[in-house]
């Protein structure tokens, strides 16, 4: 029989330390109407992106955009919404009332609600919740813009400036 061996352990304390960041630092900016608070340090609270119609562009004028995007057909339930979208299309896939010379509708306060970019319509056109009309909007309108003017086009170099500028 061989000697029994006995192991003396001592309990075992661990000490825990939090692993949670500081809370952010902030600042108060004033800018002459009110003051807001900004986060200081890296990554900061990041603000969401405003979508807004960049005048000049025109890209959602050009009607017949290829077979990337949907067909009227896909986009309407209502037969009249397609017939009027397609009576629309001028020779060249241009909306007819869009004038190339301005780059601006000519029936822009009583054009149709499909050219309106507006939560209510993005939600019955492509089922976009309201919370996320903003971020789907400018999707949208980046990936026309590169459809119609390219991706170095100075049109969305624009749009995305302008965009930035009013979500900062």
Known sequence: MSPAITIST???FLAVTSAARPPRKT???KTGKK???TSLGFGGDKKETKWHCVEGCGACCKLQKGPSFPSPEEYFDDP?????YKSLIGPDGWCIHYEKSTRKCSIYPDRPYFCRAEPEVFKS???VKEKNFHKEACSFCRDTIKAIYGS???ELHNFNS???KSSS
């Open 80 to 84: 009249s919404d397609v017939q009027l």
């Open 162 to 164: 302008s965009i930035r």
């Open 10 to 12: 001592q309990p075992l």
């Open 125 to 127: 056109l492509f089922g």
């Open 35 to 37: 003051q807001r608070q």
């Open 27 to 29: 600042a108060t900016v």
């Open 152 to 154: 170095n086009s100075e």
